[in-house]
Every structure is written in C-alpha cells, then in structure tokens.
C-alpha cells in the first residue's frame, strides 16, 4: 500500500501508517482480545471507537540535529538510520500548518547560524521545537528549546512567526531554557515571547488553558467522546462523590463535576495542577478539588477521609501503577471504578487483581492514536 506522508518509513513518528486505517483498527481490536485472552478474562468487548486518523495530534516536540554534514534540521528521530533525525516537511498526524512552521524555523536557523545541540558533548544552542495545537479553536502555541550557550534574534524570531500565512493562528511564542543532561523536553526556564501565556481548547462546552507545559491528552477529537462516554457510564446523580486519580489538568473530574456532589482529583505535578486548578476557575466548576500528591502517598494518607467512595477514576501514565497501589485502591472500597488506560496489558493485569472484589462489566477501546500501535482501554468495574 502506498503511505500517505512522503517521510513514512524513514521518521521514527508513525508505524503503521502503511497499513489501511480500517486494518489498524481490526488489528487493535485483535491484540486487546489476544491480551484478554493471555489474562483469562471472558468480557463483553465493545468495537473500537475511531476518530478522524489525520491531523489528530495536538502537540509535537521536534528535535534539532547536526546528521553530520554541518546542515541543522529539525523533525524526529529516524527509525531507518539510527541516531540521526528525519528533516520533516510535514507531519500529517499532526497539523496541516506544520510544514510551513517547520520551513520558517529551519530557515531562520540557516540565515543565524545557530548550530543544533550535541547530545553526546553537551555543546550547541539548538534542541526542541514544542508545537500545541487546540484543534477546536484554531490557536497555536510555539515553543523554542535552547540552552543557553547562546544568545539568538528573539524579535525576529516572533515577527517571522507571527508573520507567516496559517489555517490556525499562533497566539503563543515561547523561548524555553534548558541546561540539562537529558535528552527530553525539561521546561527550565519559560519565557513568554508574544501573546498569551496559554492556549485555548473547547472540549463539552468546557474551556481549557493549554500551556507549554501542561499535560493535555493527546487527541481532542477522540477525548471530547472519551469524556462524555465516562459521564454517561459513571451513573451519577448528584448525591455521589467521586476520586480522579491521576487526574492531570482536571478534564475528567470537570466533566462529572455538573451530575456529582463533589470530585477530588489527585494529580503529582504541581503545575499542573495550578492549570486544574485554573481550568476549574474559568469553568466555574466548585464542586472539585485538587490535590498535589503522588497517587501513593495520597493513598497511604488520605484513603480514610475517600472511604466508600460512590465512583473512583483512574487513569494512569502508559507505564500504570504497581500491584501495591492496586491493592491500595482496594481498600477504598469504591463502589464502581472506571479505569482507563493506553497500556492494555498492564491495565488487564491490575484488572486481575481488582476482579477478586469487582466484576468487570465491559472493556470499550479508543483509538487515541492512529497509525501508531497504541490504544486506550477504558473499563468498568462494580463491587461485587
Ligand atoms: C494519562 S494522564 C491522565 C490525565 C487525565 N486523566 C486526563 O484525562 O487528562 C496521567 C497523569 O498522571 C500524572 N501522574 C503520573 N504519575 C503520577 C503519580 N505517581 N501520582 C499522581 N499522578 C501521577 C501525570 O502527570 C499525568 O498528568
């Protein structure tokens, strides 16, 4: 089959991409029943949900790179030539702005001459370029990743970009500062450039600031649905209480928030739970709470005053939570779990040991991220 995006194959972004969409899903389908099978559980298995498989992403973090002839380009890590990185043109899960974006940077580091960053010596100016993108109101948020092993043209850097002729508008120019050792994106120093410090998304009638560093699921389309699936599910009334954890910028909470008594979320980052706590404010939701905490600590302290719990909901990071944090969550004794997940198997082995006390009414898949192997899980557990 002929791929769509003339860099497939070479750009370490997308796997499947050269397989049919409607294959991709039957193949996520395949391997939830195959890992359902591998766990022994006998469960009603919805269809995959799907969404529109292109321009589904809401933020990229590109990398700058030295390939070894002197030339700085800017995209993904190669999955064809190892430790180099795939200058990308376009990037068709992401946006169709992109290309135009990722042209004008390129060139502005020609014209400067601000070399990439070298990860193996530590030296260079260059090394991310964050896009976020808020797919319902067209705004879009940049994010220029240095170290500061340089000084560059900031001025011109936001005239070109806010300058350039897009379908979205960028609303948000970022310099972000960063001496670290590591390899990732670590948001040291934040300096607004142009524009507003966040971006805006509208999701269910809710308004969400995005910033350069928040968390935010990755593909709006498909958790406008997730989220309004999970208030359908969760059976609320406005009597019963209900414990998000790992609750991010508050998104699911905010969405039971309207049929519940009263959500708490528990989230480790504090700034994002400032955001949780923001997103609360311009909703004007005041039946929520946030806490700081790690999912652990919050339980080995505060699992007391969530007792009998009407709805718990947990949706963990892709590598899940340890068997004694399951065990942990049991003795909240919530009356139903929602429990979702982007690692199917870790989530059907911590479903092994909730199931001695819970039935499991369903599994329903998300298809979150096309043309990758990924796929989140959502499942609904009663007390038994
Ligand atoms: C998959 S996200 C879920 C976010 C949220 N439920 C949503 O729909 O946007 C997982 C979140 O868990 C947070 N997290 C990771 N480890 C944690 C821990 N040990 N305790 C509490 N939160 C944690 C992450 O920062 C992230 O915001």
């Known amino acids: 089959m002929s791929t769509v995006c003339k860099h497939f194959g070479d750009c370490g972004g997308c796997s499947f991409q050269d397989i049919p969409y409607l294959e991709q899903l039957c193949k996520k389908e395949e391997e939830i029943k195959r890992l359902l099978r591998e766990a022994e559980f006998e469960v009603l298995l919805k269809p995959i949900n799907h969404y529109p498989e292109w321009f589904y992403r809401n933020k990229m973090e590109f990398c700058f790179y030295d390939n070894g002839d002197g030339k700085t380009v800017c995209g993904l890590y190669s999955k064809k030539f190892k430790n ?41 100016f260059l090394r991310h370029l964050v896009v976020r993108e808020a797919k319902f109101t067209s705004q879009i948020m940049v994010g220029l990743v240095t170290t500061g092993q340089a000084a560059f043209d900031r001025a011109g850097f936001v005239k070109l970009l806010a300058g ?158 340890s068997p004694k944090v399951v065990k942990s969550l049991l003795t909240l004794n919530a009356k139903r779990i ?14 092994k040991l909730m199931c001695q006390f819970y039935r499991l009414e369903f599994v329903e898949p998300f298809d979150f991220f096309p043309h990758t192997p990924h796929c989140e899980c959502l499942t609904i557990l009663n007390k038994i």
Not at 86 to 104: K, M, N, Q, V, Y
Not at 181 to 190: C, G, H, L, N
Not at 243 to 267: N, P, Q
């Open 84 to 124: 180099k990185v795939t200058d990308l043109e376009e990037c068709l899960i992401f946006s169709p702005d992109i290309g135009i974006i990722l042209a004008a940077v390129k060139d502005f580091v020609k014209a400067g001459n601000y070399p990439a960053y070298n990860k193996y010596n530590y030296k260079g």
């Open 164 to 321: 350039l002729k897009l379908n979205s508008s960028i609303k948000s120019i970022y310099h972000i500062l960063n001496d670290s050792m590591s390899d990732a994106v670590i948001f040291q120093e934040k300096n607004l450039l142009y524009g507003e410090p966040f971006i805006r998304e509208e999701l269910g009638g809710f308004q969400f600031n995005i910033g350069i560093d928040t968390f935010f699921q990755v593909n709006p389309r498909a958790i406008d649905d997730f989220y309004a699936k999970i208030r359908g599910y969760a059976g609320l009334d406005k009597t019963k209480s209900v414990l998000d954890l790992f609750c991010g910028t508050g998104s699911i909470g905010m969405f039971l928030a309207k049929d519940a008594k009263y959500v708490w979320g528990v989230e480790i980052e504090k700034a994002i739970v400032e955001a949780a706590w923001e997103n609360a404010k311009i909703n004007n939701i005041n039946n929520i709470s946030f806490a700081v905490s790690d999912t652990k600590n919050f339980l080995n302290t505060q699992s007391y005053f969530h007792q009998g719990v009407d709805l718990l909901i947990v949706n963990p990071p892709r590598c899940g939570v």
């Open 338 to 351: 929602i429990y979702s997940s982007c690692n199917p198997k870790s989530l059907f082995e911590d479903l």
